[in-house]
């Protein structure tokens, strides 16, 4: 029988996809990427990351005035982006709710299989999937002109320049 834990205890430790564990308390706001004991980089996500981490701050505005959020946020953000990845890579992305452990600074963890550059790549495909979908309940026009600038479109080159223009290269980036 398992023994029971105090919440933020030192036993707190979250099975990553990969098989390995982690302890989140050992996770800062701060961290990317876990490189991680089986080998790999793992792409790390807390919830008070801004959305904006993965899109311009111009279309993170968007998306709140077009998206009603059925839940307990008031506005479309980065939970519900990695709610989406979740669904999409259910296997692929540990999840961790450690709003009780008043050590970490955030509420919610995600970490994945894969590293950050490809959730950023993940992340952007995904949110451009939500924009045709709304763009296609538009009139006819607009869901085709959308379709049309999607289809030239490059996610890696876009990821690749948003990363460089964030600086990702240092802890303290700065939404564009």
Do not use: K, N
């Amino acid at each position: 029988m398992p023994a029971p834990r105090v919440p933020g205890s030192d036993d707190d430790r979250l099975e990553l996809p990969c098989g390995e564990t982690v302890r989140p308390v050992d996770l800062d706001m701060g961290v990317r990427d876990l490189e991680c004991d089986c080998g790999d980089r793992h792409a790390v996500v807390v919830d008070a990351h801004p959305l904006s981490r993965f899109v311009p701050e111009s279309v993170v505005e968007t998306l709140r005035a077009a998206i009603e959020t059925a839940d307990e946020f008031e506005e479309f953000g980065l939970v519900h982006a990695m709610g989406m990845v979740t669904e999409e890579f259910p296997d692929a992305v540990a999840t961790e709710d450690v709003s009780e452990d008043g050590r970490v600074g955030y509420a919610l963890l995600w970490v994945c299989d894969f590293d950050s550059r490809r959730l950023h790549e993940i992340v952007v495909e995904l949110l451009v999937e939500l924009m045709e979908h709304a763009a296609s309940h538009g009139d006819e026009g607009t869901a085709t002109q959308f379709e049309q600038q999607m289809l030239e479109f490059d996610v890696g080159a876009f990821v690749d320049a948003y990363r460089r223009e964030r600086g990702f290269d240092s802890e303290f980036d700065t939404p564009a």
